[in-house]
C-alpha cells in the first residue's frame, strides 16, 4: 500500500514497537501506536493523532479487524477509524485484501499465492455516525471479500 497509496501512517499496536529492529524501523514512520487495551483512551489518541496526521496530508490506514482473520471467520469491527473519520469529517477509502490466505495470523511462513487488493469507493462521512461509517466499510469490506476469496487449493485461482 506504501506504492499505490499517498504518504501514509498506521495504526497499530504499540507492542510492533518493541520488536528489535523490525520495530526501530517502524517507529521512523511515525505511526499512531496505540495499546489496544486502553478502551476510549485509545480511541482518544487515534482521533488526536489522526486528526495531526490528517492536517498535514497524511492517510491514516486503519485495519478495523484489528489484526489478520482467518479466510471465511469474521472479526468485529473496531470503531477508532469510524470515529476518527466521523469527529475529523474526511472521507473513508476501504480496502480489502486477501493477505490472510497467505500469512496466517500468528503464523511466520507466508503460502505462495496471488495477493488481492481492491479499493473501494469512498465513503462521504459528513453527517453520519462512527456506527453508520462503520456498518458502510464493513458491508462493502465483506461483501468485496466474499468476492475476491480464491479457494487456495486450486492453482488455477490461485495464481490468476
Known amino acids: 500500500m506504501q506504492v499505490l497509496l499517498p504518504p501514509?501512517?498506521?495504526?497499530?499496536?504499540?507492542?510492533?514497537?518493541?520488536?528489535?529492529?523490525?520495530?526501530?524501523?517502524l517507529?521512523?514512520?511515525?505511526?499512531?501506536?496505540?495499546?489496544r487495551g486502553a478502551g476510549r483512551k485509545a480511541i482518544g489518541q487515534i482521533v488526536e493523532q489522526g486528526i495531526e496526521r490528517l492536517r498535514k496530508g497524511l492517510w491514516v490506514i486503519i485495519f478495523p479487524e484489528g489484526t489478520r482473520v482467518a479466510p471465511g471467520q469474521r472479526k468485529r469491527y473496531g470503531v477508532g477509524g469510524a470515529v476518527l473519520a466521523e469527529q475529523?469529517?474526511?472521507?473513508?477509502?476501504p480496502i480489502a485484501h486477501n493477505a490472510g490466505e497467505f500469512w496466517g495470523r500468528r503464523q511466520f511462513i507466508k503460502r505462495p499465492g496471488t495477493v488481492r487488493l481492491?479499493?473501494?469507493?469512498?465513503?462521504?462521512?459528513?453527517?453520519?455516525?462512527?456506527?453508520?461509517?462503520?456498518?458502510?466499510?464493513?458491508?462493502?469490506?465483506?461483501?468485496?471479500?466474499?468476492?475476491?476469496?480464491?479457494?487456495?487449493?486450486?492453482?488455477?485461482?490461485?495464481?490468476?
Open 88 to 93: 475529523s469529517g474526511y472521507p473513508v477509502l
Open 8 to 25: 501514509q501512517v498506521w495504526v497499530l499496536k504499540r507492542e510492533l514497537l518493541w520488536v528489535p529492529v523490525f520495530g526501530w524501523g
Open 118 to 160: 481492491v479499493f473501494g469507493p469512498l465513503i462521504d462521512t459528513r453527517g453520519k455516525s462512527a456506527q453508520q461509517i462503520n456498518a458502510e466499510a464493513e458491508a462493502w469490506i465483506e461483501g468485496t471479500m466474499a468476492r475476491i476469496s480464491t479457494d487456495i487449493s486450486d492453482p488455477i485461482s490461485r495464481n490468476s
Open 27 to 35: 517507529a521512523l514512520c511515525r505511526p499512531i501506536a496505540i495499546d
